[in-house]
Nanobody, 125 residues
Framework: QVQLVESGGGLVQAGNSLRLSCAAS????????VGWFRQAPGKEREFVAA???????YYADSVKGRFTISRDNAKSTVTLQMNSLKPEDTAVYYC???????????????????WGQGTQVTVSS
């Protein structure tokens, strides 16, 4: 099992940046695929980005070129660097993990068994 705790959310103006962190506990963190999802009010939770155990990156089209996901297995953390933020990026952002070794970019949140509590990101225009 793995426990996930997000941090780094906040209020920023459009065009600015934020960095979210996901701290994980568990001895086998490096074997997990870790992803970020977000949920805006009244909307479904949607895939944002993921990084697999080999460091392969996956992004939603809406954030490609603006967001960067990375991981530090020694520190059991995954970071989401968000640049050029837009008001439509406003949402609660969740860190999620799955132990599936065949992960290849599937955006279905049901594949991810472990979730953090979420952190609010608000982008003002």
């Amino acid at each position: 099992q793995v426990q996930l705790v997000e941090s780094g959310g906040g209020l920023v103006q459009a065009g600015n940046s934020l960095r979210l962190s996901c701290a994980a506990s568990g001895r086998t963190f490096s074997s997990y695929v870790v992803g970020w999802f977000r949920q805006a009010p009244g909307k479904e939770r949607e895939f944002v980005a993921a990084i697999n155990r080999n460091g392969i990156l996956y992004y939603a089209d809406s954030v490609k070129g603006r967001f960067t996901i990375s991981r530090d297995n020694a520190k059991s953390t995954v970071t989401l660097q968000m640049n050029s933020l837009k008001p439509e990026d406003t949402a609660v952002y969740y860190c999620a993990a799955t132990g599936r070794i065949d992960y290849s970019g599937n955006t279905d949140r049901r594949l991810f068994a472990y979730w953090g509590q979420g952190t609010q990101v608000t982008v003002s225009s």
